[in-house]
């Protein structure tokens, strides 16, 4: 495993997928608050969270398919497109995205309690306003605070939910360490306490377990591939592949897919493992 930092992305574009499976129960959001952008305090740890999105560090450390993306996705279930945008992508047209056929979109809130995504107003807006079905998602840094107050700091900042039929279960984004090593200085059993506060907390404040986003590689290496969270948190699986490869743990199948960095839609492309049916209950928690 690598251990060594990222050094900073560059503005690309990233695309994924998801293959099939059934869907699990949970749902989240609420009406956006108000998400200008902070700088990060000091003494936080976090010098570049403008550069931290969903999967910004799987490629380095994973890889993609070889040249002649687009992938081809071949899955055995109904899959409903989507993607998942942070203020990297700057103003989408939400109208014309949807036009290309997605149905639904994570968007970027926060990283560790003093970030929000400048965009994230606008695009939790947008996309509701032009039909999407969106979630909000937290960048975890688990070495720079509790997992309480990260996850308090989330769900005051866009990761609520409600029953709207519009709103995804707030998702935990954790990934390799954008700062430093891969699993941000913790032990296995360290980084299991850290992510069950987090799911948690999130859990009280919300009445919804989190969606987990992950790559199975990370998940392994920082977590000693944990089954614990597969019964109650929906798996967002990263792997920027033709295929979904093994799944961490306790999964039988994974509710999302990132599938590659780049593609049609704006952002990392995604799938969702079912109709559209399916992900309208996943975000009434039905």
């Not at 203020?87 to 970027?108: D, E, L, S």
């Not at 990283?111 to 960048?139: C, K, L, M, V």
């Not at 913790?186 to 986003?213: G, P």
């Amino acid at each position: 495993m690598v251990q060594s930092p990222v050094p900073p992305r560059p503005l690309t574009r990233r695309t994924l997928a998801v293959a099939g499976g059934l869907l699990t129960t949970a749902a989240l959001l609420t009406a956006a608050p108000t998400a200008h952008a902070a700088a990060p305090g000091a003494g936080s740890g976090i010098t570049h969270p403008d550069q931290d999105w969903m999967g910004s560090t799987v490629a380095a450390h994973e890889g993609r398919s070889a040249a002649g993306d687009p992938i081809t996705l071949t899955p055995n279930v109904t899959q409903t497109k989507g993607f998942d945008v942070s203020h990297w992508q700057g103003g989408i047209n939400w109208a014309t995205q949807y036009g290309k056929g997605a149905r639904f979109v994570y968007i970027k809130a926060t990283e560790s309690t003093d970030y929000r995504d400048p965009n994230f107003n606008a695009n939790y807006t947008g996309s509701y306003n032009a039909g999407f079905i969106r979630g909000a998602y937290h960048f975890a840094t688990p070495n720079t605070s509790t997992a309480k107050a990260q996850a308090d700091y989330f769900v005051a900042h866009g990761g609520g939910w409600s029953k709207d039929g519009k709103t995804l279960p707030p998702m935990l984004d954790i990934e390799y360490n954008p700062y430093g090593a891969t699993c941000y200085g913790k032990s296995q059993a360290d980084m299991r306490t850290w992510i069950t506060n987090f799911l948690n907390e999130v859990h009280t404040k919300t009445s919804r377990w989190a969606t987990i986003y992950t790559t199975t590689d990370w998940w392994t290496t920082c977590t000693g591939n944990s089954a614990a969270y597969s019964s109650k948190d929906p798996l967002f699986i990263a792997r920027y592949n033709s295929t979904v490869g093994t799944l961490p743990a306790g999964w039988g199948f994974y509710t999302f897919w990132q599938f590659a960095d780049s593609g049609t839609f704006p952002g990392d492309q995604d799938r969702f493992n079912g109709p559209l049916s399916g992900l309208k209950n996943l975000a009434n928690n039905t």
